[in-house]
């Protein structure tokens, strides 16, 4: 896996292909963080990642004035490649960024901003959003695209192996490691219901409860007609090459070879300020939002994972595209 952080790649690797591709308004690259005198759009877009490159876009490409603040810390930027995304199955996920930032930045109607914005509250005719460098922005409707954080388990190791062995999605990292040695790390009826999802990409396949197992008889006879272990002995570390899983450690000190282990995480918001605006959050913690991706609070948006339990790079552009197009269409018709 590169070494490169992910914002450092996409400057290198945007700059210099932007000007391997001139022309295109380079402006935009030019004023990123020095826009101190115009400093309101119609449209602020928080997260310039997959959703919010995708509404940055739509936005653009309807006029609409857009500024998008990122501080690039992507959900997936440890993983080594990126699946199930049509065009750009397999890629690194620097080098979908790479793509997708070169090509929003074709738009002069997109502004760029590097920072972490901190606070945003209500003003009489849109929004005002204060950035962890003390710039303020001003906008008439804002767009969360900021994602979701995983909670990863505090076991040695695992933070390391994340996205890289050890994974969450079977949709997305399943069949590179389809006829590995597997384990699922989990316990009671969520983790019995992902075994049996599971069972359908790893034959050889062991489920970790680290702990007692919380099956019923009926759930435990199921597992032995699959062959599917479970084993409850508490997980010391994990042990691995740069990433790459090889072993569980127990703290008994015996070991178990492994190779991929799933570990579906729990999650929080990435960013709080939608709920400090006021926006409702669903019970599994995602930002609610109705068909046009509007929040509980008029005139916020939300896109991407922050929003959706289809955690995909596809459905965060798709959210972000539709997003885009819906907020400039309401706005087009309002002014006319
Ligand atoms: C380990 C891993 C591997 C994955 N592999 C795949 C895969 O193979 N295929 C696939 O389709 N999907 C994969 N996914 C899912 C995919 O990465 C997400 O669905 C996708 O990244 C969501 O895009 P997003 O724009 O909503 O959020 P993110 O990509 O997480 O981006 C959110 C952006 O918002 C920024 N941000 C947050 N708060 C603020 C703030 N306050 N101010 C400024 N910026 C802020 C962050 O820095 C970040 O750049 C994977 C996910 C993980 C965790």
Redesign the pocket.
Known sequence: MTSIPRRAFIGIGTKATAFLLMPFPLATFLNCNSMTNNNHFDVLV???????LAAAMALGRALKKVLV????????R??P?????LTNDGKT?AEIAALANLQVKRYDTVSFFN????NANKTEDGFRVQLAGGEIFTAKKLVF????K?LLAPISGLAEC??ISV???PY??GYEVRNEKTGILGNGDSAFDFTKLISNWAKDLSLFTSGAARFSDEQIKKLQEHRIEIVEKEIEKLEHNDGYLRHIIFKDGSSSSITALYAPAPFEQ??K?PESLGCELTEEGYIKIDSSQETTVKGVFA????ASKM??????VAM?TAAGMMISKKMILDAF
């Open positions: 928080i997260g310039g990642s997959y959703a919010g603040v990122d501080d690039g810390k992507p959900c997936n440890q993983t490649h990126s699946h199930n995304f996920p920072g972490r914005a901190t695209a900021t994602g979701i995983d994340w996205g994974i969450h999605c997305c990292h990435h960013c300020i896109i991407g994972d922050n955690r995909t790079v596809a459905n965060a972000g």
